[in-house]
């Protein structure tokens, strides 16, 4: 899902409109971390997995044997220590430390998950990191050089159509296994937006030339 908000509202708010589905993995970073909320995903028979915040008082209840080769440093499950959060959340949790081999920095992760391993939960984190890239993306490549209105739904409807138009050409070069970037694709669909010839036809023929413009700063989705 996504959800166009003003600035000035708290992330952790989206929690409210967001509808759990069973079974599912959520995962978010710890600006989410509001236990009321939180609770909702066990009473939804969903899972979350975040990062602890600071200040944050836990009881351990059981120490799980963890493998410190792979850089697990505990496994454990808690349960909250704070009353008035603990009415929020009248459930255990599982905290688990993990050292990131790659920069020595130690993570702790909080999820209402108990089956999975250890090791799964942190690497389940490292792929919110993907979240990261995609908004990244947006911000470089589906760039609004200026709106053509002011209101509310004039600005969304603009958003949207930048938001459809990034999953469309994603869902396209899935289909058609393309090894061209999303980047290099839309640049190709602006400077071909007129030409009558298929998109399979168009995307082969490109794949096959070697002067494709790398740049993202030489298209733009409006002028």
């Known amino acids: 899902m996504i959800t166009i908000s003003e600035g000035k509202q ?9 509808i759990v589905e069973p079974g599912s993995f959520y995962v978010m970073d710890r600006g989410y971390v509001d236990f009321e909320r ?19 008082q836990l009881n351990r209840l059981e120490s799980r044997p963890v493998d410190r080769s792979c850089g ?23 905290r688990v430390s993990y050292r990131d081999p790659e920069d020595g920095k ?8 108990f089956d999975l391993p250890a090791l799964v939960i942190a690497q389940l984190y490292k792929l919110r990191w993907r979240v990261e890239l995609f908004f990244k993306w947006i911000k470089q490549n589906l760039r609004i050089k200026h709106f053509f209105g002011t209101s509310d739904n004039a600005v969304k409807t603009q958003v949207w159509i930048a938001v ?3 999953v469309l050409v994603a869902i396209l070069r899935k289909e058609l296994g393309l090894e061209l970037s999303l ?21 082969a023929k490109t794949q096959s030339q070697d002067n494709l413009l790398d740049s993202p700063n030489q298209w733009m989705l409006w002028s």
């Open 72 to 94: 697990l440093r505990s496994d454990h499950i808690v349960w909250l220590a704070n009353p008035q959060s603990a009415v929020h959340y009248p459930d255990r949790l599982r």
């Open 38 to 56: 939180l609770f909702r995903f066990v009473l939804a028979s969903a899972f979350f997995v975040t990062r602890t915040k600071a200040g944050i």
């Open 183 to 203: 980047s290099q694709m839309l640049q190709v669909l602006s400077v071909n937006v007129f030409e009558q010839v298929s998109l399979v036809e168009l995307f």
């Open 10 to 18: 708290a992330d952790v708010q989206i929690l409210d409109e967001l």
């Open 164 to 166: 459809c138009v990034y």
């Open 106 to 113: 130690v993570l702790v992760f909080l999820t209402n998950n």
